[in-house]
């Protein structure tokens, strides 16, 4: 299985700021890479597919980078709906597998 | 518009049976496959496994095979979650989502069915 590792685990920041997280694979997955937003009691969120592909919908603040083995997400400028866990996921391959999440609180 | 709505919470005791569903409407049930994805308490994603709607097949995680069983019936665009002898490690809520056939990522989710197991 491919493992994915997200850091920090959490972040604090406040409104404002430009937030990065860091999503490692243990295996090259060329761009194969999604990011979600969840908050609590609801599900997922997709915001951006093949590392930098922005969903339909989703504000410009995010955008997504990177490809083998080494991706982020870079919120520019955090508003108060940003607040919430994000979790990347590859489907280069089966199983298909998480990052840990990364929680993002107010500071 | 895409939608994927999910079985209510269920409450079961340890080795009893449960099936829970997911029915997909606004876009063509057959074209896109169905994963399940579970979420334990205060906890990550893990990706249980997902079914090709049009034929059935289906690919499962290590983890999951041979725990549950995911199926469906195209017929009323639903899919299914199955589990023979629940544990109570299976307390958790399960998501379905809808994923390419052709880029594998998950693009629409269910809004979840809580399981809770005990005795």
């Known amino acids: 299985d491919i493992q994915m590792t997200q850091s920090p685990s959490t972040l604090s920041a406040s409104a404002g700021e430009r937030v990065t997280i860091t999503c490692r694979a243990s295996?090259?997955?060329?761009?194969?890479l999604a990011w979600y937003q969840q908050k609590p009691g609801k599900a997922p969120k997709l915001l951006i597919y093949?590392?930098?592909s922005l969903e339909s919908g989703v504000p410009s603040r995010f955008s997504g980078s990177g490809s083998g083995t080494e991706f982020t997400l870079t919120i520019s400028s955090l508003q108060p709906d940003d607040f919430a866990t994000y979790y990347c996921?590859?489907?280069?391959?089966?199983?298909?597998?998480f990052g840990g999440g990364t929680k993002v609180e107010i500071k | 518009e895409v939608q994927l709505v999910q079985s209510g919470a269920e409450v079961k005791k340890p080795g009893e049976s449960l099936r829970i569903s997911c029915k997909g409407s606004?876009?063509?049930?057959?074209?896109?496959?169905i994963s399940w994805v579970r979420q334990m308490p205060g906890k990550g994603l893990e990706w249980m496994g997902r079914?090709?709607?049009?034929?059935?097949?289906?690919n499962y995680s290590p983890s999951f095979q041979g725990h549950v069983t995911i199926s469906a019936d195209k017929s009323i665009s639903t899919a299914y979650l199955q589990w023979s002898s629940l544990k109570a490690s299976d307390t958790a809520v399960y998501y379905c989502?809808?994923?390419?056939?052709?880029?594998?990522?998950?693009?629409?989710w269910g809004q979840g069915t809580l399981v809770t197991v005990s005795s």
């Open positions: 989502a809808r994923q390419g056939s052709s880029s594998w990522y998950i693009d629409y």
């Open positions: 079914i090709d709607p049009s034929d059935s097949y289906t």
């Open positions: 606004g876009y063509s049930f057959t074209t896109y496959w």
């Open positions: 093949k590392a930098s």
């Open positions: 295996q090259s997955i060329s761009s194969w």
């Open positions: 996921q590859q489907y280069n391959s089966y199983p298909l597998t």
